[in-house]
């Protein structure tokens, strides 16, 4: 037996070359790497100056006050690094500050919820160690857009006009920035943003002004210092000392510092891999939700391989109970501690966890035992509403990314993926400082981050607010390795379901054959059966999220099995990006997701 066979069309083909491939969530970045790639840079350098201008034209989905992950592997390197952009929560984040402020979870906007930004720091970061092009050269993309202006995706336009009377009424500087006349702008209007563009020529400004001598990378460390010592730390531990509307219809000032900004450097590290099928998968630390990926791919290892096909009724219902065990773990074990990734990953507990998935769906939270450590037991709330939310104001529903007049958004994100014709290859994810996230900054053009809402007020819990620790993301870009060789990234925004679509992904292409296209395309599923990792932090336990294209039977099988439906439509799920190559050949070949009309792949 086999996978189902992909279907005969294609959105997009799967490009294929031997110069150099870009793919993300936004043409107008994947054409900016791709251009660098065109003048001689290689892939750091590209995806850096990608990730800049994703800041610029994808402003609901991320932004310079927020974060990222990266993974990487520079040719000729022995193995794969994490590039680490996740900030830790500032000094006066404790739990028994928050709860004195009357609540009762993390807001899911606001300056309270702000972790120290890390995405800036860490794309320098990595232009530093990885890449040869000048700051200034790598910038231009992104200050020409923010600069002379860019076309509002339709997406931007809506996501605008749904806090458009939070911005009346509690933001002034957002509202100043992002409407004109008090409306929101239309799909395909031209925006601009000067304020970022004024903030990116400061930070060139000052590698230009160091002595005679200076090299290429201390210009670019005299940017990090600007950022994290000099003046965008200073206007923004300013600025939050302010009142402001949270997402919790209460108003605070932020507790976010100069000596918090200070305090914080983007790093590399180690990867944590597994080996699936004869692939090494490489992801982040416990401190996100990457070695979830892992779990499950272990735990469905134990199948053979036509048991695993997503689109057939078994092999989603395996999938889904996969994950959910899965997940289950990274509630009760992930964080920013050591985690007992040796037990959690090995192939005797995958077989523990295995032998719990039956017949019927299961709709309980259902963490594995580990000796030594007491899993943590999350709140499992079905529905969640704060005292102090407008009667009749709702926090429910589904979208890219879902925001209320509170500002509050399930989450998304973007994604970017670059190789090149030496063989260096990033995944990245930039996340965060949604331009619903908190009140802009007027003087660096941009808000904070709401990363904190993925810690818990309660005490025990391995991701508990606490000042100087990570709150467990959930950014997990993907390198895939053969024989030691860098051969697939990929990457999806999505929050939670970041690694679900991904899992999809690497079981059509590694076991069921499918070009990277056709697993881009083929039909999405995946569980809500698990706390969410954003506002307000409910779970549908047993719930199952589809596309409408897997299948009538499908479906109604999923169904009769217990699980709880909702269908999302044809085109709904999964927001991936990939590039590959093959290290024997040199080929090179790119892909990106349809869905939305938004990503886009290029390449020669």
């Given at each position: ?74 040719a000729g390197a022995d193995a794969p690094r994490v590039l680490m952009g996740q900030g830790h929560a500032p000094k006066g984040a404790t739990s028994e500050h ?368 606490t000042p100087g620790k990570r709150p467990r993301t959930t950014l997990t870009p993907t390198l895939v390795l053969k024989d030691g060789e860098p051969v697939l ?82 085109w709904a799920l999964g927001r991936l990006s990939s590039v590959g190559r093959n290290p024997q050949t040199g080929a090179l070949s790119a892909a990106a997701n ?11």
């Amino acid at each position: 037996m086999s996978f189902t066979p992909p279907a005969d069309f294609t959105t997009r083909p799967t490009l294929e070359g031997t110069f150099g491939m870009s793919a993300s969530t936004h043409w107008l970045a994947t054409a900016s790497a791709q251009a660098v790639l065109e003048r001689g840079g290689n892939a750091f350098d590209a995806a850096v100056a990608g990730a800049f201008v994703l800041h610029v034209v994808e402003p609901h989905l991320n932004g310079p006050g927020g974060d990222m992950t990266g993974i990487f592997h520079a040719a000729g390197a022995d193995a794969p690094r994490v590039l680490m952009g996740q900030g830790h929560a500032p000094k006066g984040a404790t739990s028994e500050h928050y709860l004195g402020q009357g609540l009762e979870l993390v807001p899911g906007s606001g300056a309270l919820a702000a972790a120290v930004p890390a995405a800036v720091d860490a794309w320098l970061l990595l232009l530093a160690e990885q890449g040869t092009w000048e700051l200034a050269d790598v910038l231009e993309f992104a200050i020409g857009y923010a600069r002379d202006g860019h076309q509002a995706l339709a997406r931007v336009a809506t996501t605008i006009e749904s806090v458009r009377e939070l911005f009346l009424e509690h933001w002034p500087t957002s509202a100043e920035l992002w409407l004109t006349d008090g409306k929101a702008p239309e799909p395909g209007q031209i925006i601009t943003n000067e304020a970022y563009a004024r903030t990116l020529d400061r930070l060139v400004a000052v590698g230009t002004e160091l002595p005679a001598g200076a090299d290429r990378v201390a210009r670019i460390e005299a940017a990090r210092h600007a950022w994290s010592d000099g003046f965008v730390a200073d206007a923004a531990a300013d600025f939050v000392l302010g009142a402001h509307r949270h997402s919790s219809g209460t108003d605070h000032a932020g507790v976010i510092t100069r000596e918090d900004f200070a305090g914080f450097r983007a790093s590399t590290e180690d990867a944590v891999t597994i080996e699936f099928r004869g692939f090494t998968i490489a992801k982040t630390g416990a401190w996100g939700q990457g070695p979830a990926l892992l779990q499950t791919l272990q735990i469905l290892s134990g199948f053979a391989d036509h048991e695993l096909d997503p689109s057939t009724a078994d092999g989603a219902h395996r999938i889904i109970e996969a994950q959910k065990l899965a997940y289950a773990d990274r509630e009760a074990y992930y964080g920013d501690h050591e985690v007992p990734l040796d037990v959690l990953l090995s192939e005797e507990y995958a077989a523990e966890r295995r032998a719990l998935i039956g017949e019927q769906a299961s709709a309980e939270f259902r963490p594995g035992t580990i000796a030594g450590h007491a899993p943590f037991m999350p709140p499992l709330r079905t529905e969640y509403r704060p005292p102090a939310l407008a009667e009749g104001e709702s926090i429910a529903g589904v979208g890219e990314p879902t925001v209320t007049k509170a500002g509050v958004t399930k989450g998304d994100t973007c994604h970017i993926d670059v190789v090149d014709r030496f063989g260096n290859m990033v995944s990245a994810t930039p996340s965060g400082g949604w331009l619903q996230s908190s009140p802009v900054i007027p003087e660096l053009g941009f808000c904070l981050g709401s990363r904190l809402q993925m810690t818990w007020l309660e005490q025990g819990a391995p991701s508990t607010l606490t000042p100087g620790k990570r709150p467990r993301t959930t950014l997990t870009p993907t390198l895939v390795l053969k024989d030691g060789e860098p051969v697939l990234a990929l990457g999806s925004p999505g929050g939670d379901q970041q690694d679900q679509w991904q899992l999809l992904f690497l079981l059509r292409v590694l076991v069921g054959g499918y070009t990277q296209q056709q697993a881009i395309d083929a039909p999405a599923l995946h569980t809500t059966s698990v706390p969410e990792s954003f506002w307000p932090r409910t779970w549908t336990p047993a719930g199952v999220v589809v596309e409408d294209r897997l299948g009538e039977d499908v479906i109604a099988d999923l169904e009769a099995r217990g699980h709880r439906i909702t269908r999302a439509g044809d085109w709904a799920l999964g927001r991936l990006s990939s590039v590959g190559r093959n290290p024997q050949t040199g080929a090179l070949s790119a892909a990106a997701n349809p869905r939305g009309a938004q990503g886009y792949a290029a390449g020669r």
